[in-house]
């Protein structure tokens, strides 16, 4: 049983989540050769030792992981959660963008959250964590608001703008489980491959 780094989430504004991450991922491993039982513990430390630094496994596995769950919030308007648009806008948005669904009028905020570098997205890799969402001053510096922020919070009094989250909807058990699946396969995958090249066993293991 490995220790699993965190995945921390940044919501436009103020970070306040409130769901916790897990905080294991149950690897199953099988391998033909075992160190005799006085070195168990020098072997597990070794293990333990290489995989301190997984800034890697961020950058490859777990920023795709993470650009991926925010495509299909999108693709599916937030999971089919997010009120549709009505009224004078939404005819108006449908004859100046057809096409364009909830959100995605000019994919800024879309680019933000799926692409790295894209202007106000926020992307910050360290050994035990990695760090992705919205830079919320860049967003609104850029282009005049930050949309982000006005989705993801309560609609404020006389604002037309509406609830449409994102970030909520990605750490959700229930909507986000897709995510946090492909993140713990992606870890068992890494560690696996760590462990070959650390120590060159022939190393299998199973997916639950």
Same mark, same amino acid.
């Given at each position: 049983? !490995?220790?699993?780094?965190?995945?921390?989430?940044?919501? $436009?504004? $103020?970070?306040? @989540?409130?769901?916790?991450? =897990?905080? !294991?991922?149950?690897?199953?491993?099988?391998?033909?050769?075992? &160190? &005799?039982?006085?070195?168990?513990?020098?072997? $597990?430390?070794?293990?333990?030792? /290489?995989?301190?630094?997984? /800034?890697?496994?961020?950058?490859?596995?777990?920023?795709?992981?993470? *650009? *991926?769950?925010?495509? @299909?919030?999108?693709?599916?308007?937030?999971?089919?959660?997010?009120?549709?648009? @009505?009224?004078?806008?939404?005819?108006?948005?449908?004859?100046?963008?057809? #096409? /364009?669904? %909830?959100?995605?009028?000019?994919?800024?905020?879309?680019?933000?959250?799926?692409?790295?570098?894209?202007?106000?997205?926020?992307?910050?890799?360290?050994?035990?964590?990695?760090?992705? +969402?919205?830079?919320?001053?860049?967003?609104?510096?850029?282009?005049?608001?930050?949309? &982000?922020?006005?989705?993801? #919070?309560?609609?404020?009094? +006389?604002?037309?703008?509406?609830?449409?989250?994102?970030?909520?909807?990605?750490?959700? &058990?229930?909507?986000?489980?897709?995510?946090?699946?492909?993140?713990?396969?992606?870890? =068992?995958?890494?560690? $696996?491959?760590?462990?070959?090249?650390?120590? #060159?066993?022939? %190393? *299998?293991?199973?997916?639950?």
């Amino acid at each position: 049983m !490995f220790r699993k780094k965190e995945v921390k989430f940044l919501p $436009v504004g $103020v970070y306040n @989540r409130q769901k916790q991450p =897990k905080d !294991f991922i149950h690897i199953n491993l099988k391998t033909t050769f075992f &160190p &005799p039982e006085e070195n168990m513990k020098a072997w $597990v430390e070794s293990i333990e030792n /290489s995989i301190q630094d997984l /800034s890697e496994f961020w950058r490859k596995w777990g920023q795709s992981v993470v *650009k *991926k769950e925010f495509t @299909r919030i999108f693709l599916t308007q937030g999971y089919g959660t997010w009120a549709p648009l @009505r009224g004078k806008y939404a005819k108006w948005k449908a004859k100046k963008y057809p #096409g /364009s669904t %909830i959100l995605r009028r000019k994919d800024r905020y879309f680019k933000a959250m799926v692409q790295a570098n894209a202007t106000g997205n926020w992307f910050v890799v360290r050994p035990n964590l990695m760090e992705w +969402g919205i830079d919320d001053i860049k967003f609104a510096n850029a282009f005049g608001k930050s949309y &982000p922020n006005i989705h993801e #919070g309560e609609a404020r009094p +006389g604002s037309n703008h509406i609830k449409r989250p994102t970030v909520e909807l990605a750490e959700s &058990p229930i909507y986000g489980k897709e995510m946090w699946t492909d993140l713990e396969r992606s870890m =068992k995958d890494y560690l $696996v491959k760590v462990i070959r090249k650390e120590f #060159g066993w022939r %190393i *299998k293991h199973t997916h639950p």
